[in-house]
Structures are given as structure tokens and as C-alpha cells.
């Protein structure tokens, strides 16, 4: 069989099974609302796998899932060097979500990646310490301000209510996902002109280290020509 | 790579002609704190060193080289002068996938000594070149210090060459300013509106204050930023001698020829230039053939940033291997780390396993 790891619940479930379903395959729960079980029709040889959207880049990585839909966010954080690990199948165009480092608003001195690596030296001067930049995407945040030559900075683990971290002192800027800006804007932060990290939108995955011989080749091609995508250099 | 027994056996060989160079060998925890590791560094150093958690001692690395600890070490109980060596594996994670192993041995060879740095310099330079001389490499080196001495002997506010100064390793970062500094590059739109609203007396409207960062250093950098606004551009000679600078590449006699060259017309620049001079006569006595040692002005900008002097490498023919072999002065890194003291120190590496692979050394 080949596995299809879908997120398990709420807008990004409902989202994928839409998705899908536009292309003519129903993916559908079974069982109670409450029991992680799927059903596939449409495609034969395809198995439907609830997961947390969290853990599906970690399971495709593994090659346990052949197939998974997942945020691109979460696939370029968790995976060091993604592109050997799964192939982009299909973006799906919604899930739509941007990672952007914010500053406090009362900054008008700091608009762009430039000056936020100034005030990060005086900051640093003054304070005996890095400016820190509160995150939960510590490689794609890392990658971004080392590849545009930020210094003089730390990022601080924040799994959660990241937007509060600079009114409660435990950071001065954030990293995080927003969509429209408004949990920003309501807690005093504003977003640099030029430091948009990432455009995450939901997509379809396929996993290299996955076991792609004999019926699941078949599944895989019948797949792709019901969604109209190409299977890339997987089989 | 080799196998790790051949080398250890490289390794061995190495400490002992380090011992009779008259280096005392020195240990090192392997399991280093990590807060020491990253003010150092910064974040760059997480995406590279292996981070772990003590119950009691908090973040720790395991150790991506020895040259802190030696230091401390030193800093801490050493007497003057001083010569260390040292043998173990060092970590260093890959984000990719490479040749490149996340686990090899190192050996190494520091000297802490204030009355001649010059011949320190050589003294290492040679040794390396002496012990490393049966595998026939190509060896680079360079200087920062003439580097840093350029950018302050630039005509332009303090606070542009210390900023410069700070993005001596950071190539592209260094680019954006010499271009922004120089009048090349636009002033972004927002910069502009502005340093409009300052230069009209005004203050823009913003939020509550809020974070750590206080009203009193939001008002000094907007301070500063209607001084650079006010200043001139670097101008056009200048921008163009610093860029010749970091272009250079060539046998030691010519780049230095051509140095002497450029300090008539950028002064700064001419005690590190007599200095890598002498640099170049202390090598030709060790028995160096300095007319084919290759200089790269460059040389040592892409490395973590602690070498603020001469730097050097020992590299294989084939492109895709690491250096053999890598080193330098680090002055500044001793006050870093010596809390209010500081002693001039120059000091390399060698990788043991990859002089195995190419044949050894005995």
C-alpha cells in the first residue's frame, strides 16, 4: 500500500480532503469523529494515514508515509537539507502563512535587516548581552539572517504566545508565522520591510527514502495522473 | 577518511614533534559550556557544534575546537611564554550531506608570547610547513590585521568603520555597507521618510514603548542615523582601494610590493604592512621559499571570527577536501576571554586523518 499522511484534524484536514476531492479522489474519516481511521476512494492502493501536521516532515523523512501533506514551513524546519529528503509534488494553495521577524513598533529607527543588525550591536554593547529574537523556526530564522550576514543576535525558544515575549521582557524581536498581522499589530510589533523568512503554504510531499517498488510504482503513477502533477524523480 | 587507528597514529607523531618544538600537552573536556561558546560565536555556532543538556551544568557543546578551552586554560594559570599542544576529536555537525566527516581528531600547536609576534608567526608557519612538507601541499596565507588597519585608516565617521569592521568576516554584509557608505546603493524609501521627519523636527508616531531596549538607545541611534545622513560618502578612491585590497591574490614578494603601493596612498595600512614584512624575512631565515608563498588578502574572512592577524592553510590538490591544515593569530580572542588581560597568541590545527589518507608522514 502507499501511505498518504494527511494533518488529523481541523482547517488544514478539512482543506486537504477538498483539495483531493477536486481531483477526484475522496479521502473521507471513518469511524467515530474521534478515531484517527481514513478511507481512500478513487485511487486504488492508497492507504490514508492521520497524523499531526507536526510530524509529517519527521515520518516522510523516515520513509514510513510514501506521501504527505504538510506546511512547507514545518518541512524546511524540522529537515536539514530538505531537497534530499522529499520532492515537492504539488503546492495546494492554501494553508497560506508567512514567516516574518517583527520588532517592537516603538522602534522607528529599525525598518529592514540592515538595521536590525545595527541596533543588535548597539544593543549588545549596552546590555552585555545578544539581542534575542524569540522563535520556534530556529533553522529556517538562522539560515535567513546568516545568509544576509545579521550578527550580534540569539534566538530564544518560544513554542507558543511568541508575540508576548518582547512586552515580558524575555525577548526583543520575534520570528513567527502570521497570515494577516493582526496578533502582531495587537501586541505593539511591527514587521521588517525585507525580512520575509518563508511563504509556507500547504503542499504535497513525497519521500525519497520511501519504498517505491512494484504496486506501489503503479499507485503512485495513477495517482499523479488523477491529480495532473508529475512524479518527479521519484519512480 | 582514514581509519580512526591510522589517525591516531598521525596524531601521535604530530604531538611529539609539537613536544620537541618544546610544547607542553595539554587536555581539554570535550563537553564545554555552551554559553561561553555562543557569546563568542554567536548562532552561527549552534547550525555547527553539537548542543546537549547537563541536569546541573545547563547547555553544553561538545567541543568544535580546542582553541577556547586552551585559552582559558592559559588565561586562567598559564606562565609567559608558553607553547601548548594537543590531540583529540573535535565535532562538527552537517547540515548536508558531504565527504566531510562530523567527527575527527585534531592536533594542535598554540604559542602565547608578547615580545615577538612576528617571529611566533613564523615559528608556527614553519613547523607546520616543516612536518607537513612530505605531502607536497599548496600553502595560503593572508593577514587580517591589514584588513582591519584599511577600514580604520578610512576618511569617514567612527561609527561606519566600526561597523565595517564588525562585518570583516560576513563578505556579503561588508559589500552592502561599503556600497551604502560609499553612495552606491539607493536609500531605502522608509530610511528616507524618516530622516524627512527628523530633519522637520519631528518624531515619528509609534506605539507604547515596549521590550528592553530603551527610549534613551532609540534616541541615540536615531542620533546616529541623522549623522550618517549628514556625512559624505566614502568616496570613489577609497571604496575602489579597499576593493583592490580584498582582491588581491599573489606570490608574497608581488602582494607585497603592491601593498607598499597602496599604503602611499593609504598610510593606515603601512605598519601591518611592515610587519608582514618582517613576517616574510622570519619565514625566508626558517627556511621558507617566501618568493612562491601565496598571499590572499581574503584569506581567513569566511572562518569563524577570532583570527585578527596572519592566517594561513595547508591544502590537498583535490578542491573538495577541508584544509589539511589551518591557523593564526588570534590576539583579541585572549582578551575575549582573559577578563581584563590579554597576551598575543598564534596557534593552527592539523587534521591527522586526512594527512593519513594522503599517504602519512612516516
Not at chain 1, 539572517?145 to 520575534?174: F, I, P, W
Not at chain 1, 511591527?190 to 520511501?210: E, F
Not at chain 2, 581584563?340 to 612516516?362: C, F, K, T
Request: aromatic fraction near 6%.
Amino acid at each position: 500500500m502507499l501511505k498518504l499522511g494527511v494533518p488529523s484534524k481541523g482547517r488544514l484536514m478539512e482543506q486537504t480532503f477538498d483539495w483531493f476531492g477536486r481531483h477526484g479522489v475522496t479521502l473521507s474519516r471513518t469511524g467515530s469523529d474521534r478515531e484517527y481511521a481514513g478511507a481512500v476512494e478513487g485511487v486504488d492502493g492508497l492507504e490514508l494515514v492521520l497524523l499531526s501536521a507536526g510530524e509529517i516532515p519527521r515520518e516522510l523523512a523516515a520513509g514510513r508515509i510514501h506521501l504527505g501533506v504538510t506546511g512547507s514551513d514545518l518541512v524546511r524546519e524540522k529537515l536539514a537539507d530538505w531537497p534530499a529528503q522529499v520532492v515537492e509534488l504539488a503546492p495546494m494553495g492554501f494553508g497560506h502563512a508567512d514567516l516574518i521577524i517583527a520588532v517592537p513598533a516603538c522602534w522607528p529607527d529599525v525598518d529592514t535587516l540592515d538595521d536590525l543588525d545595527a541596533a543588535a550591536a548597539a544593543f549588545r554593547r549596552a546590555h552585555g548581552f545578544r539581542l534575542r529574537i524569540a522563535t520556534k523556526y530556529h533553522r529556517l530564522v538562522r539560515d535567513f539572517l546568516t545568509r544576509h550576514g545579521v550578527a550580534d543576535y540569539q534566538l530564544v525558544d518560544s513554542q507558543g504566545a511568541t508575540e508576548g515575549t518582547v512586552k515580558n521582557l524575555t525577548a526583543e524581536a520575534v520570528a513567527d508565522i502570521t497570515s494577516t498581522g493582526e496578533t502582531l499589530r495587537a501586541n505593539h510589533l511591527k514587521i521588517l520591510a525585507d525580512a520575509l523568512v518563508h511563504q509556507s503554504q500547504a503542499t504535497l510531499y513525497g519521500a525519497r527514502g520511501a519504498d517505491w517498488q512494484g504496486a506501489r510504482r503503479s499507485a503512485l503513477a495513477q495517482l499523479c495522473a488523477r491529480l495532473g502533477i508529475s512524479p518527479g524523480d521519484l519512480a | 577518511m582514514a581509519e580512526k587507528a591510522a589517525a591516531r597514529a598521525e596524531a601521535a607523531r604530530l604531538v611529539a614533534a609539537f613536544r620537541a618544538a618544546g610544547a607542553v600537552e595539554v587536555e581539554a573536556d570535550i563537553l564545554q559550556p555552551a554559553e561561553v561558546l555562543l557569546d563568542l560565536y554567536g548562532e552561527d555556532i549552534r547550525a555547527r557544534a553539537y548542543v546537549t543538556a547537563d541536569p546541573l551544568r545547563g547547555e553544553m557543546m561538545l567541543r568544535p575546537d580546542f582553541t577556547v578551552p586552551v585559552v582559558q586554560m592559559h588565561m586562567a594559570e598559564g606562565a609567559e611564554p608558553a607553547r601548548y599542544c594537543y590531540s583529540g576529536e573535535v565535532f562538527r555537525k552537517q547540515e548536508h550531506p558531504t565527504a566531510r566527516r562530523a567527527e575527527y581528531v585534531q592536533v594542535g600547536y598554540e604559542v602565547f608570547e608578547r615580545d615577538n609576534p612576528v617571529a611566533a608567526d613564523a615559528e608556527v608557519f614553519a613547523l607546520f610547513a616543516r612536518l607537513l612538507a612530505p605531502l607536497g601541499l599548496r600553502a595560503a596565507t593572508g593577514d587580517i590585521a591589514i584588513l582591519t588597519a584599511a577600514v580604520r585608516g578610512l576618511k569617514t565617521l567612527e561609527t561606519r568603520k566600526a561597523a565595517l569592521l564588525r562585518h570583516i568576516w560576513r563578505p556579503r554584509r561588508f559589500t552592502e555597507l561599503l556600497e551604502r557608505f560609499g553612495g552606491q546603493a539607493p536609500v531605502p524609501p522608509s530610511r528616507a521618510a524618516l530622516l524627512a521627519m527628523l530633519a522637520a523636527g519631528d518624531r515619528p508616531e509609534t506605539g507604547p514603548h515596549l521590550g528592553l531596549r530603551s527610549e534613551a538607545e532609540i534616541s541615540t541611534r536615531l542620533a546616529a542615523l541623522v549623522e550618517d545622513a549628514k556625512a559624505p560618502p566614502i568616496s570613489a578612491e577609497e571604496v575602489g582601494r579597499l576593493e583592490d585590497l580584498l582582491n588581491l591574490e599573489a606570490p608574497s614578494p608581488a602582494a607585497l610590493a603592491h601593498l607598499r603601493d597602496l599604503a602611499r596612498d593609504l598610510p593606515a595600512i603601512a605598519p601591518a604592512v611592515d610587519r608582514m614584512e618582517a613576517r616574510l624575512d622570519a619565514l625566508a631565515r626558517a627556511g621558507i621559499d617566501v618568493g612562491k608563498l601565496a598571499f590572499e588578502a581574503s584569506h581567513g574572512r569566511t572562518t569563524l571570527e577570532y583570527y585578527d592577524g596572519f592566517v594561513f592553510s595547508f591544502h590537498a590538490a583535490d578542491p573538495e577536501l577541508p584544509p589539511v591544515a589551518s591557523g593564526g593569530r588570534y590576539d583579541a580572542l585572549t582578551e575575549v576571554l582573559g577578563q581584563g588581560r590579554s597576551i598575543p597568541a598564534v596557534g593552527g590545527i592539523i587534521r591527522p586523518g586526512l594527512v593519513a589518507d594522503l599517504g602519512g608522514l612516516a
